[in-house]
């Protein structure tokens, strides 16, 4: 009984000395927060070194939302790519969960350290590829994805991937 | 039954099947490759790998693969045990060395057995880091992608290709880890079944070109079951949707029907839905013979001012709508003032296959097919009318092979076995027909015969058989009389035959000689395949009055439902179409009754809307929209009842949406009001509403989803028209829902609408659906076969046809073309680039009769077009016969004179009319 | 101009005592943020202030919402019946010398009174909700607040003993004479301070809000200004206790002559409505049975041994 009596003052007294600590808010938006690379804000999508969309429209980050706000559909240019050929998100449902970013098996889909997207009509919160693909290769560079997969696109004939012999010759029987 | 014991635990077996199948009957998860439920077992991919011990006191047993391992009763068998299973994932990681990094760009991730199988034995890093072998692809039609680089050679595609569909133009080549499957040179697969290798692939070898046009991954995919519109069979198909497109069909198993394959047109036909040629919405022709567009609800008004005012109305229906449409139809218009849309001569060749199949006579399903050790085929071109057909007679020849490997103890799964044991050996198959067939390659005996001859020849078997031996013997010919024996010593004899040469005296004499044959072989059986997927459905119906009937009653309005009058009525298709005041069209598709209506209203294709098809067997089976129409296309059946009851709704959509606050009250599905009339009114099509459960069926409390449970993109699908998400569309018409909630595991065959169960994402998840491997389904075939009897009909009379009665004039015979006879598939963008070019087909003796040499052209000028056809020698044509391709250009040549055609004078035709030139537009590295 | 000065007396207590407790929404948060490592309410106008009429604002914009299954003449009298309650406990309050609205004879028990009435109000506000949680957080109220009272009063009584007399000014006056009652009557104090925050339901004995367990208790349904009505109630409750506190165990006015009476009684005030925000800040809830065994087992029996000892030493020393 003593103790727990004891135990509460010396609560008290602790709680009272937090008078004289400075508070810890950082004060948005007079004063920046930092924000570390893989934050998990707006969603970009990036490309490859060449210049070319990353995104090769498998659908696995529409599958793995969880709140089903990615919509897109597949379609090939002339070089044997696949692309997305519209690519939205609908931020008013987004919860930047970071799913698609985990999902992407071209490294595609980015998550960056902006979260300042608010808007007063909700229809503005609907990205179609244009507000959502950017000019760099964010926070993978180098990556190609088309330079690992079996694949062929123009610029890249069967056997010129990462690890990958030249072409069988079918007709020969030798052992 | 025996037993086997299998990790302790006790598995019932079935004699004369393997393990693989026993482990898979039993729900077990046993990863396999190279073994499939319709072609037996080779052992080739070794992943089925499990150890058997040879008795109790066995602790270390040995590793067996167990689609090579005979069910015996008290086996002991591990498939937990370390060593098989470590076994398995080796021989994953095996496979998986050249696998290229290729998933997210494939066609097939998502539904892969080799995705499910890899991840199913637990294979998760890549250890190897050597190089990846590498092939060049190849250019395989407009049909199926290839990839080759993909293969883990299970050898399925050859065996499917070659053993199965009897195709020739692909095959393995190369040697050890250099095996190529291909063809010898790029170009177009040209086997009627090569679709079916998207299926069979366990991987992404070969993959659906016109899937990938709007490609979707199978968990995005809103799909129903439905009901193939190609032929007569009715395979039963998955059709899938997303974004308003059409996206693909795919196999739907019926253990009586397809089991595991479809035809191409089947297949690819559906993409028509998509066509550029669809009727949009409502129109009505102006002067210039341009259409105006409609409301619906003007159109509609304008249709019933004309029934209104108009002294006589007529409505012909058609044996490729639905038997709803038609009757919805028949109640517009009475019962007087109705056609089921089929000329005469369809009428009566139809009414032949009903008596048939309400008879006594053994009238086999396709899956029977298979099982009877000799077939005549007499005037049916199976592969281009009813192609599933041809399939299943593909492997009744073979049951030959099934009888030497019977007598020599191996099993009948043991495919590679069998097939070494019997080498050339098959079942007779005797084909009749006036052109070369796609069967002579089986076929023990090919008779090219003009039309009357096969009648002839029928006549004299039939003959033979009823007089007993010596009495006619010597009036019979010696073909006739090695028929007669051979089908008199079958053990289960079929006779074949079909609406496909459009002869009535052809069946009439198919049905003498099963009646003959019956009298002395009692397991004998016939089949008769059917024209279109409804015809038989339309001659149920009411096949009292016929197109030309009807037509010259001179009509002041008439209705056409979903049918192409120019096909019916021929060369006078222009002056009787001109006869008539009011013409109204429905339909989904350009054609020619289209291009002249005053009012055309817009139709729902069969992906839009419900509808019972009856099959060539007798089989009501319900076709589910897949998606809800556009616009103000809706059902055809929509449009006639609200025709009749003045419900004033522009849209279809909105009527259904509408109606929801009511479906507690007295609300009832429009087709299911429909059915029930049908049901009511048609003793035969009485047990109709057997073949699937209506609209308020539920399964759990809920209706059945149409989408996976795992459908992505919801709140962002339409979010660029309005970012507040729309409610779901409302089916108030069938037990199923345009949703993702609700229970699909559990719901009966006729409602699934995919397949999936877990860690089975592929097509092959269907045993999980199955009684037994290649069984029935769990909760019950689909459909119903409404036609049984015990009555045998009396024999036709046909005036007998003696060798002196036949013409010998040259006469024409239309050949069905699997791509292109079908108007409506004809319309699929790729399946049209595989239709013939015109051409007319005789031998050289009828040529030089005629006067013509090979790669001339002939032509013709009916009242309404002219008909441009090239000509092709071909001296396994029957004399005196031209053959030409029954296609929508070659419509009405029936009605000419041969000696009317014209040579054309400096004629530049196609190369090879019977291969379109297709353009190599793809990239085949 | 007797009159006139009361008048203006009573309506500077009534608006100051109200004011106090607008500004005590601020000032809590404000403080509980200093203590928490945050800064608080800070946008409002400056350091924030304006929130407390932000809020009042909010509170008469709002909905005026009576649910419709709910005793509609209970649930509109309840929140009322707290405000009064609290109001005229601060007519006794002897302010500074001569600077009160009534200087009772049985100021001590009238006030007990008071805060005995505005057990009703959440009684009242808990049963009429027709709700759930409403009805446990009235059945928690009614409970704490009886067993609570008993000792509340039982606690004053040593003081009223040593003064022999119910009128707080007296007992300021006795205070001036002799010393500051928290000297003589330490146990009193404590007992009477851990009862007056149960009987304000205050942190940390709001059972009967408790809202991890009952959503929002007695006063679920509540909303705009009858919420608000609750909520000034709640904080007249803590100024009121704390400035008892102060009259009775800290001497009232009493202090050195460099400030004025009334300043010394708003600082000595002031101190204890801190010190209520503090065990707000710092002391978790207890569970509702260890508040009822703590009262009766531990509260209860240490008020009576220091009543005797009061009385004992009241005769000894008479004797």
Redesign the interface.
């Given at each position: 009984?003593i103790n727990t009596i004891w135990s509460?003052l010396v609560?008290?007294y602790?709680?009272?000395l937090?008078?004289f600590?400075?508070?810890?808010?950082v004060?948005y938006p007079e004063e920046m927060p930092y924000l570390a690379p893989r934050y998990r804000g707006r969603i970009v999508l990036t490309r490859d070194p060449d210049g070319e969309e990353r995104c090769?429209?498998?659908?696995?980050c529409?599958?793995v939302?969880p709140?089903?706000?990615?919509?897109?559909?597949?379609?090939?240019d002339q070089d044997?790519r696949?692309y997305p050929e519209?690519f939205?998100?609908?931020f008013?449902?987004c919860i930047m969960c970071g799913m698609c970013e985990e999902a992407c098996?071209?490294y595609a889909i980015q998550l960056t350290p902006d979260f300042e997207m608010c808007e007063y009509d909700?229809?503005k919160?609907?990205y179609?590829k244009e507000h959502l693909l950017i000019s760099g290769q964010g926070k993978y560079p180098g990556y190609s994805?088309y330079g690992?997969?079996?694949?062929?696109i123009?610029g890249k004939?069967?056997?010129e991937?990462l690890?990958?012999?030249?072409?069988?010759?079918?007709?020969?029987?030798?052992? | 039954m025996p037993v086997l014991i299998v990790d302790g635990k006790e598995l019932p077996g079935k004699a004369g099947t393997n393990v693989l199948e026993a482990l898979l009957s039993a729900g077990v998860d046993m990863p396999y490759f190279c073994w499939h439920p319709a072609m037996g077992s080779v052992g080739a991919c070794r992943q089925c790998a499990l150890l058997q011990y040879a008795n109790d006191e066995d602790s270390h047993g040995k590793i067996v693969m167990s689609c090579m391992t005979p069910v015996t009763d008290g086996a002991r068998f591990s498939v937990s045990a370390d060593r098989a299973s470590g076994f398995r994932r080796a021989v994953i990681e095996n496979l998986m060395l050249n696998h290229p990094h290729d998933c997210p760009v494939c066609e097939e991730g998502g539904e892969c057995h080799l995705q499910d199988m890899t991840v199913m034995v637990g294979h998760r890093d890549r250890r190897y880091q050597g190089r990846k072998t590498t092939f060049k692809n190849q250019y395989l039609g407009p049909f199926i992608g290839h990839e080759m680089n993909r293969c883990i050679t299970c050898y399925r595609c050859v065996r499917f290709y070659q053993d199965y569909a009897g195709g020739n133009d692909l095959n393995a080549f190369g040697s050890r880890d250099r095996i190529f499957f291909g063809r010898a040179e790029s170009g177009v697969l040209e086997n009627e079944f090569a679709g079916n290798l998207v299926e069979v692939c366990p991987t992404g070898v070969f993959t659906d070109k016109t899937l990938a046009k709007n490609y979707t991954r199978k968990w995005d995919l809103q799909s129903s079951p439905t009901i193939c519109q190609g032929c007569s069979i009715g395979c039963n198909t998955y059709t899938s949707e997303r974004y308003g497109q059409l996206c693909r069909v795919h196999n739907r198993y019926h253990q009586d029907i397809n089991g595991y394959f479809l035809c191409d047109r089947g297949r690819f036909g559906a993409q028509h839905v998509n066509s550029p040629a669809r009727i949009p919405q409502p129109g009505i022709r102006n002067e210039e013979g341009k259409y105006d567009p409609l409301s619906l609800d003007d159109a509609k008004a304008k249709v019933r001012d004309f029934i209104q005012h108009s002294s006589r109305t007529i409505g012909i229906g058609s044996p490729r709508a639905s038997l709803e449409a038609n009757q919805a139809l028949r109640q517009l218009v009475g019962a007087g003032n109705y056609s089921n849309g089929m000329s005469r001569n369809e009428q009566v060749m139809h009414q032949i296959i009903l008596d048939v199949l309400a008879s006594g006579m053994k009238t086999p399903t396709l899956a029977e097919v298979a099982e009877f050790d000799a077939i005549l085929v007499l005037g049916e071109d199976a592969t281009n009318h009813a192609p599933l057909l041809a399939l299943s007679i593909r492997q009744a020849v073979r049951n030959r092979s099934k009888e030497m490997a019977g007598d020599t103890d191996i099993a009948e799964w043991h495919d590679a076995a069998v097939r070494e044991l019997a080498q050339d050996a098959l079942s007779p198959l005797v084909i009749a027909t006036p052109m070369p067939d796609r069967l002579d390659d089986v076929a023990s005996q090919s008779l090219r015969l003009a039309p009357e001859e096969i009648v002839a020849l029928s006549t004299e078997v039939s003959m033979y058989l009823s007089a007993g031996s010596e009495s006619t013997a010597s009036q019979a010919s010696s073909v006739a009389q090695g028929l007669a024996e051979l089908l008199r010593d079958a053990r289960r004899p079929l006779i074949v035959s079909g609406t496909s040469l459009g002869d009535i005296n052809i069946m009439r004499a198919t049905v003498n000689l099963s009646l003959a044959l019956q009298a002395v072989n009692p397991e004998a059986g016939i089949l008769l395949a059917a024209d279109e997927c409804n015809s038989v459905g339309m001659a149920m119906l009411d096949n009292r009055l016929s197109v030309e009937e009807l037509v010259d009653r001179t009509p002041e309005t008439m209705i056409v439902l979903e049918n192409d009058l120019e096909s019916r009525l021929g060369a006078e298709f222009a002056k009787k179409m001109s006869a008539v005041r009011h013409l109204v069209v429905l339909d989904y598709l350009d054609n020619a009754t289209v291009s002249v209506a005053n009012i055309l209203l817009p139709a729902a294709s069969f992906a839009e809307a419900e509808g019972t098809f009856i099959n060539f067997e007798g089989r009501a089976q319900r076709n589910l929209a897949v998606f809800l129409p556009q616009g103000s296309i809706a059902p055809s059946y929509y449009l006639l009842s609200t025709l009749n009851d003045d419900c004033l709704n522009d849209s279809f959509n909105d009527s259904l949406n509408n109606s929801t606050e009511s479906v507690s009250s007295s609300h009832q599905a429009r087709v299911q009001t429909i059915i029930e009339s049908i049901r009511d009114e048609f003793s035969p099509l009485k047990r109709i509403d057997e073949c699937a459960p209506d609209a308020d069926f539920l399964v759990l409390g809920s209706k059945i989803p149409r989408m996976t449970h795992r459908a992505s993109g919801r709140t962002a699908m339409q979010a660029e028209v309005s970012v507040h998400e729309p409610k779901q569309p409302v089916d108030t018409e069938s037990a199923l829902a345009f949703t993702m909630e609700g229970n699909q595991q559990q719901a009966p065959a006729s409602l699934r609408s995919y397949v999936w169960s877990p860690g089975w994402n592929s097509n092959q998840s269907i045993y999980k659906f199955q009684t037994e491997v290649g069984g029935a389904d769990t909760m019950g075939n689909p459909g119903v076969r409404l036609l049984q009897g015990d009555a045998m009909p009396a024999p036709f009379t046909i005036a007998p046809t003696t060798a002196a009665q036949i013409s010998t004039g040259p006469r024409f015979v239309a050949q069905h073309h699997i791509f292109g006879s079908d108007p409506v598939s004809s319309q699929a963008q790729e399946l049209s680039t595989r239709i013939p070019t015109p051409y007319v087909r005789m031998n050289t003796e009828t040529a030089t009769t005629l006067g013509v040499s090979g790669g001339d052209g002939l032509a013709c000028q009916l009242p309404h077009k002219r008909i441009e056809l090239s000509v092709i020698l071909d001296d396994d044509v029957a004399a005196h016969c031209l053959v030409y391709p029954k296609l929508v250009q070659t419509i009405g040549l029936a009605d000419v004179a041969p000696g009317d055609l014209q040579r054309i004078a400096g004629w530049q035709g196609p190369k090879d009319p019977l291969k379109p030139n297709l353009i190599l537009t793809d990239r085949t590295g | 101009m007797v009159e006139l000065i009361s008048i203006l007396i009573i309506y500077g207590v009534l608006l100051g005592s109200l004011t106090g407790a607008a500004i005590l929404i601020w000032f809590e948060r404000r403080l509980l943020g200093i203590w928490q490592d945050r800064l608080g309410p800070n946008r409002v106008g400056p350091l924030g202030i304006g929130l407390a009429l932000a809020d009042v604002i909010k509170l008469f914009a709002k909905e005026d919402w009576i649910p419709p299954f709910a005793d509609r003449l209970m649930f509109v009298l309840a929140p009322m019946a707290v405000m009064i309650a609290m109001l005229m406990g601060f007519a006794i309050l002897p302010y500074a010398p001569g600077i009160h609205v009534a200087d009772l004879n049985i100021g001590l028990l009238f006030f007990l009174g008071m805060t005995s009435l505005a057990v009703y109000s959440v009684l009242l506000g808990g049963l009429s909700s027709n709700n759930k949680y409403a009805l446990l957080g009235g059945l928690r109220a009614a409970a704490q607040m009886v067993s609570y009272e008993v000792f509340m009063g039982l606690s004053l009584m040593g003081v009223v003993m040593l003064t022999g007399s119910f009128s707080l000014v007296e007992i300021v006056n006795y205070q001036q004479e002799h010393t500051w009652f928290i000297i003589p009557q330490f146990v009193g104090f404590v007992v009477f301070m851990i009862a007056g925050i149960a009987e304000s339901h205050r942190l940390p004995f709001d059972l009967p809000e408790a809202e991890h367990e009952l959503v929002a208790g007695f006063h679920t349904e509540y909303s705009g200004m009858k919420f608000g009505m609750f909520m000034v109630g709640e904080y007249l409750g803590v100024i009121l206790i704390s400035a008892i506190i102060a009259v009775i165990f800290f001497g009232g006015w009493l202090g050195p002559d460099f400030l004025p009476p009334i300043i010394w009684f708003a600082i000595k005030t002031f101190i204890f409505i801190c010190f209520f925000i503090l065990l707000r800040a710092a002391i978790p809830r207890p569970r509702y049975d260890q508040l009822m065994s703590f009262g009766w087992k531990y509260m209860l029996p240490l008020t009576l041994i220091n009543l005797l000892a009061t009385g004992a030493i009241v005769l000894w020393l008479q004797a």
């Open positions: 009984m509460q609560t008290l602790r709680v009272l937090h008078t600590t400075p508070a810890d808010t004060q090769v429209a498998c659908n696995l529409a599958v939302c709140v089903d706000c990615i919509a897109l559909q597949k379609t090939e044997g696949w519209f939205r998100i609908n008013s449902r098996p071209t909700r229809q919160m609907v179609e994805f690992v997969a079996g694949k062929t123009k004939a069967k056997g991937a690890n990958e012999e030249e072409p069988v010759d079918i007709r020969s029987l030798l052992p | - | -």
